[in-house]
């Protein structure tokens, strides 16, 4: 098994992002007059919501799959998600022929559920908590001797993740000076941690966050995981607390967090749909909150932001409710 | 006064890509194997949604701008749209320094209105009648000497649209079997026919047009221009009929026409937003719909489907209401 069992080298993020290549979009990266206009600041979108997916996860979950030997693979893989991941990890096992077990709370929207049946991922539903949804996953394993594939506390996931920054530095023909990217369970943040520190001298990166869900903030500030409690917030993607795996690679190499209101990210969203064409799901929206709330900082910098996905439920828009 | 007073030839829209081409986005093409799937066709979304003021209008405008001289642009240009026209008009106009004269319906969209005014347009209100449009124009025209840019009956306007067409072929790296355009007045339509005449010895040009407004149908069966009396459809920018100098490019170019539901517009509008991640506007989800309700037609076809436009009212989505 060739599962990484450390904190990825800039040569297991060269690995990933070869490895990968030929089964996820090079995902463009969109600019706006309006936005930069609107916010000071000359913005970059890295439209991970046009991934293969919807959503950067593909990313990760391909790297893991692929990182696997075929008689690793037999006996499937499984994760308990009810968002991005699971329909990303039923994409990947599907590449490769094998069988995804995946593990989700009975209230999932059906927009989720139906994505994880089209790639041909197998539901288990369970009640709507943690503790139902690890011990629904163990007996899967036990049952099936399918491998886990955790959403973001896996080295080989964070280093697919990490691609993403990689190639913002290669599309753009300068170093940003920062790089947004939202934080949930901090698989994408600590991978575009790695990636700014590996290839770029010089760009720093800022986390952005939910006030209703501040767990990362928290623990940033504190110097230890303080796990997320009842988090609140429409920006279902970010709800997870830090990982074992994640957290240190945060504290050493992420540059700041900022944290948003609700109405922020539902002002956000509506904006990048409105003024760039583009679907964009709370949690993406996040990211560009804490630019439009923090104008002073970003202003004349160029920012990258990383678009994390578009998967969202059309018959509920946040701003007509 | 270099405005084309006949059909584009070949080198007239060689000339037209070259003089808008740092004014305007190269704007990508999309693929989704959901839709794919969904259609039994290979489809090509030349996303002109995510031009310059959010339709593919941005070319002929700006063409028609860089046409003028100093001298003829002193007094500024003059035209009456409710829609993308307007928007791409006074946009094209701020590039060249001069003024934009916009004559729009009072009831025009919040939204439309404010693109207008966004990119420095001067509005002129008056009854949402095409007399009223007209005679305001007359008025103004009078007033101030502004030369009048019609949305599609013009020549410089039709090169300028075939752009996206001619940029089709350098993108792909093969002929489509076909490519579909929305139609209204006929500009974006009889420029896409006649970069297929000129840029490739196969493409089919098809037009989308619905059901509620089939004015270019009708007229392409009888022969002669039957205006639109009383359209009704979503797709609000397609209410046009065609112009003298479209309509012989249309009859002369143009394989097929196609004519599609309200509720096949809507769904595909959807489906496109949902599955693609884009925000299409209705006139732009005809040509889907085109596809989708066609789809013995277009089955394993390469087909490109130019989605003209991305304006619409976010508090207004027709499949919540």
């Known amino acids: ?118 790639y041909g991922g197998q539901i288990s539903f369970c009640a709507p908590n943690l503790a139902a949804r690890e011990s629904t996953l163990k007996t899967i394993q036990l049952e099936t001797g399918a491998i886990e594939i955790h959403p973001y506390n896996n080295f080989t996931i964070i280093a697919g993740q990490a691609t993403a920054a990689r190639e913002i530095f290669l599309q753009l023909d300068m170093e940003p000076d920062f790089i947004i990217a939202p934080v949930g369970g901090g698989g994408l943040l600590s991978g575009t941690a790695l990636s700014a520190n590996y290839f770029s001298g010089k760009t720093k990166v800022i986390a952005a966050e939910p006030k209703g869900a501040d767990d990362a903030y928290r623990s940033f500030k504190a110097g230890e995981i303080i796990p997320s409690e009842n988090p609140v917030t429409i920006a279902d993607g970010l709800l997870t607390s830090l990982g074992s795996k994640t957290f240190p690679i945060i504290m050493e190499h992420v540059h700041r967090i900022f944290t948003v209101e609700e109405h922020s990210i539902v002002k956000a969203m509506k904006f990048i749909w409105e003024r760039m064409k583009i679907v964009i799901e709370p949690s993406s929206a996040v990211a560009v909150a804490a630019v439009f709330e923090n104008k002073a900082y970003f202003e004349h910098t160029n920012t990258a932001l990383i678009i994390s996905g578009g998967n969202c439920d059309l018959n509920k828009l946040p701003w007509l409710t």
């Open 1 to 118: 098994m060739i599962h990484l069992n450390k904190v990825p080298d800039k040569a297991a993020i060269d690995v990933a992002a070869n490895r990968i290549q030929h089964f996820i979009h090079k995902t463009p990266i969109l600019t706006s007059r309006i936005l930069n206009e609107a916010t000071g600041a000359n913005l970059f979108l890295k439209c991970e919501n046009l991934q293969k997916a919807g959503a950067f996860k593909s990313r990760g979950a391909v790297n893991a799959l692929f990182s696997l030997s075929e008689i690793e693979l037999k006996k499937g893989v499984c994760t308990h998600s009810s968002g991005n991941h699971a329909a990303a990890l039923a994409r990947a096992a599907a590449l490769r022929n094998t069988k995804a077990y995946i593990v989700m709370p009975e209230n999932s929207p059906t927009v989720k559920v139906d994505a994880v049946k089209y």
